[in-house]
């Protein structure tokens, strides 16, 4: 397969400046019809007269040129274009191109498809080649006309972007509906649906006074699990005004929930299309964390008609433009929505477990990538999430006010316009008068850079220099890296945990951010009363691996004292972290466990601050996750790593067990339907609380476990009951499991979650689960959710049982990415990251890793998705 790069970039030989497509919908055999005014790019130094439309799995009918039909000799069809030789070259022309194409046979979901009854696009990246020939590529906008015809009663909503221009009847059943979106957009952006769908309705009114219809479109069934969605939807557009003086510009905006998806969500203008995952939510069906991740998906693709729509990318390698801009958008809203210190923190582990591992493996790739073999594999980590860090960091550099002035100038700039992420960097820095010249460093170049810590305190002049040096280990293809500018913020502590104010450049300060932009730097620290404690990257200023040794007693202060809500968390963190590599060393070495006194000290006066935020007291209790802790191993050992971390979890119920009773009964009452911070940071305490107790394997915490299961009346109590059951020797663990499944066999969204539990069990036997999983009359290959449900949650979040010594589970993860790579090479290729990780493990599973690697790249008509990650894993 050919791979493209960034390098190569040239604008496009021709425009499209308008295209009118006319869809005849039908399962099989959905005719297009696409006219399309096109003319000679002026921006373009190419010379050749060959037109290149791209296009794939499409069937051609006619294609004319200025109502000239095309002989054969002057066009050719291939399997991912269509050449015509000579284009008019001194004039615009119009090409009219008829075309079928099979929505049901299209189980990839790209391109137009057939989920459940209902047929729909995923356009992003590149499916609209599978819809139409196009200049498919995002720089290339243009106005769309689109008029669907459809039988009556199989589908009698008809959707498409902007707005409605028209409806009619037609003979045997059938009708028309035809939509016209006034802004140029790419063919990314361009969606329609059809089907039999209620629609929930609503109003918005804008802060200039435009009033906005809000469409919501589900199954019948599912009208009742809308209210948090539209309700979601008008606080990210107050949001937006409020915060980035952005206002919504069609007057109407609609959703539509699919079955079938292959990601969360789609910003088409005007008609995103939704994973009925994040916008259907009732409280008996989805828990406290699904709420939440509806209201941030929802922002998301709200944010994106300004930060992806409005101002589009040149390019795909310029993805992290719009995604990494919209996902620190979207942060920033469900951090207002809900509490800042608790979203930061839940940021945060998901970067530094995920992306961390991601920027440390062989698919390591800069935020902005320079070379792709299939730009759906580059929907990452690192796009997103660390991307996201980038602008953060630009946001803390420029401060709240500078990073807005930037904004606005980016959008006013280019508004309507396709553009590169120097353009918004260039943006920010002219806004402010600043130059970010080594900042864009960390656009470039992949890798999680390390910082490590030196202290010199000089006690006589009460004076503390720190020494900072950053390095960044080798990632494929940049073996040496250069410095870069990391922002890190610092506060100093007194010996009575009270902030110290100290000087720095001349200044009395509480807090700075320093800027590290040397290999070595030392700052200096006057002013002090006595040695302070360090409180570094603070906020997590930084994507960086922070190395600084700390004793246990000064991280239990830390945990104690430190204002600073993320690092207060942190020290929690490193303080279980350090322990549990403690117990892990024993194991090795076949001693005795035995747990530290001062890490029970520290979670005994966690559980005594019952005051403030309750969501941040229980991420204060929750032990860092496996995965998180076989990323700091130089050879992750699966067992020792949750043999250790069970250990302390155990030895913190048993030495803390009355505490975490009385927290429970203080918070455990039927809130179900009330998701105000107070009750959800009361279900999460308690069920914190209650997931301690029931490492105790005591009747009475099963008792207590099965009493919350069976009474809950919302889904954040019944589903913990259920885990907490699932993950211990609970006697009556699969009569829950039965019960839970007839309670909710006709809620695809809640069986998602029935699989998953399963297939994250620690408990033996699990893998035995999983493959009767398989065979359950309710699992499909055909459906992402479920696939992720439990052949993704298997691989990515069952270590100690995926990582079985036998290689039972890679044999079983390559088995199923070769079945997937034939219905669905996109889903395939994500489920092949269970793999990549290969060298860190033991020589043994290494071999049985790569074995199976080596499996799936010999496999016959592979998908370039699969190729590219399997291939690369193994390089
Ligand atoms: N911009 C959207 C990306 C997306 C996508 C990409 C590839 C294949 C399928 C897809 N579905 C959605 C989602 C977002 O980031 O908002
Ligand atoms: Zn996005």
């Known amino acids: 397969p050919q791979t493209v790069y960034l390098k190569d970039y040239t604008p496009p030989e021709y425009l499209i400046d308008q295209i009118e497509l006319h869809f005849e919908l039908d399962e099989q055999r959905t005719r297009v019809q696409a006219r399309m005014n096109v003319r000679r790019n002026p921006h373009s130094s190419a010379d050749s007269v060959a037109l290149k439309l791209w296009g794939e799995e499409l069937q051609l009918l006619s294609i004319a040129i200025d109502g000239r039909p095309l002989q054969e000799n002057e066009f050719v069809v291939g399997d991912e274009a269509l050449i015509v030789h000579e284009a008019p070259q001194d004039r615009p022309f119009e090409i009219l191109i008829e075309n079928l194409i099979d929505p049901q046979a299209n189980t990839a979901l790209e391109g137009l498809y057939l989920s459940s009854s209902m047929l729909c696009t995923q356009c992003e990246a590149q499916g609209f080649r599978k819809i139409t020939w196009f200049l498919d590529r995002p720089d290339v906008m243009s106005r769309f ?34 939509w016209e979106d006034p802004f140029a957009k790419p063919c990314y952006l361009f969606a329609l649906v059809a089907g039999q769908l209620a629609c929930v309705a609503d109003q918005f009114v804008t802060m200039s006074g435009r ?6 479109f589900v199954e019948q069934h599912n009208v009742d699990k809308c209210g948090h969605a539209i309700q979601s939807l008008k606080n990210a557009m107050r949001w937006d005004e409020q915060t980035y003086g952005l206002e919504y510009d069609l007057d109407l905006y609609m959703i539509v929930a699919v079955d079938h998806f292959n990601m969360g969500a789609m910003e088409n203008k005007g008609l995103n299309v939704f994973n009925t995952k994040f916008v259907l939510a009732r409280p008996d069906t989805a828990t406290d964390s699904d709420y939440e991740h509806i209201e941030g998906v929802i922002g998301h693709e709200y944010f994106h008609n300004w930060s992806g729509n409005r101002v589009t990318c040149r390019d795909w390698f310029q993805l992290s433009l719009k995604e990494g801009f919209t996902v620190f958008r979207d942060q920033q809203f469900s951090g207002d929505m809900t509490s800042p210190a608790v979203k930061r923190i839940e940021d945060v582990n998901a970067l530094r477990t995920r992306q961390f591992a991601e920027d440390a493996g062989p698919l390591a790739h800069p935020v902005r990538p320079e070379a792709y073999i299939e730009i759906n594999n580059f929907y990452t980590l690192t796009v997103y999430e660390k991307g996201a860090e980038v602008v953060r960091m630009l946001h803390t550099l420029l401060g709240a006010a500078g990073f807005r002035m930037g904004c606005d100038l980016y959008f006013q700039r280019h508004d309507g316009q396709a553009v590169t992420c120097e353009d918004f960097v260039k943006a920010l820095e002219d806004a402010n008068g600043v130059e970010l010249g080594q900042f864009r460093r960390w656009y470039s170049q992949a890798g999680t850079p390390v910082v490590t810590v030196e202290q010199d305190y000089d006690a006589a002049n009460g004076r503390l220099q720190l020494t900072l040096r950053q390095s960044c280990p080798p990632t494929p293809n940049q073996p040496v890296k250069q410095p870069l500018h990391i922002p890190v913020k610092l506060g100093l502590l007194n010996a009575d945990g009270s902030p110290a104010t100290f000087e720095f450049a001349g200044q009395p300060h509480t807090e700075v951010t320093l800027d590290l932009t040397a290999a070595e730097q030392s700052f200096n620290f006057g002013n002090l009363a006595g040695k302070p404690v360090v409180s570094l990257l603070r906020g997590f200023s930084a994507p960086v691996t922070l190395q600084m040794p700390r004793s246990l007693d000064e991280l239990a202060f830390l945990l104690s004292h430190d204002s600073d809500t993320f690092n207060r968390w942190e020290a929690g963190q490193q303080l279980a972290t350090q322990a549990i590599f403690q117990l892990i060393d024993s194991i090795e070495l076949g001693r005795p466990l035995q747990l530290e006194p001062i890490v029970v000290d520290a979670y005994r006066r966690v559980l005594a601050d019952a005051g403030g935020d309750l969501s941040y007291q229980a991420l204060l209790l929750a032990l860092p996750e496996e995965s998180y802790l076989s990323g700091q191993m130089p050879v992750i050992d699966v067992e020792a790593v949750h043999q250790a971390r069970e250990f302390v979890k155990k030895t913190l119920a048993e030495n803390l067990a009355e505490q975490f009773l009385e927290l429970y009964r203080q918070y455990h009452r039927d809130e179900s339907g009330c998701f105000d911070a107070g009750a959800v940071g009361r279900r999460r305490l308690k069920n914190a609380c209650l997931s301690y107790l029931c490492k105790l394997e005591t009747p009475d915490s099963h008792r207590l476990a099965e009493q919350q299961f069976r009474a809950a009346r919302n889904m954040t109590d019944q589903i913990s009951a259920l885990a907490a059951i699932v993950n211990s020797r609970h006697p009556d663990q699969d009569d829950c499991l039965d019960s839970f499944y007839r309670q909710w066999q006709q809620e695809a969204l809640v069986i998602d979650k029935w699989f998953t539990l399963q297939a994250t069990s620690s408990m033996p036997n699990t893998f035995a ?16 959710n479920r696939v992720r449900a439990l052949v993704g949650a298997f691989s990515q979040s069952n270590p100690l049982h995926f990582h079985a010594a036998n290689g039972e589970g890679y044999r079983f993860l390559a088995d199923r990415v070769i079945e997937l790579n034939a219905l669905n090479p996109q889903i395939a290729s994500r489920m092949v990251s269970g793999l990549a990780q290969w060298r860190r493990y033991d020589a043994n599973r290494q071999s049985l890793m790569k074995q199976e690697l080596q499996r799936i790249v010999a496999t016959d008509h592979l998908s370039k998705d699969v190729y590219e990650i399997a291939s690369k894993s193994l390089a």
């Open 145 to 178: 006309k689109t008029t669907l015809v459809a039988d009556k009663a199989k589908y009698p909503v008809l959707l498409s972007n902007g707005n409605k221009t028209g409806s009619g009847e037609l003979e045997n059943n059938r009708h028309w509906v035809s």
């Open 211 to 216: 009033r906005i219809d809000l469409q919501i």
């Open 769 to 784: 689960k999983v493959q009767n999983l398989m065979r359950h009359p309710a699992f499909d290959m055909k459906t992402p």
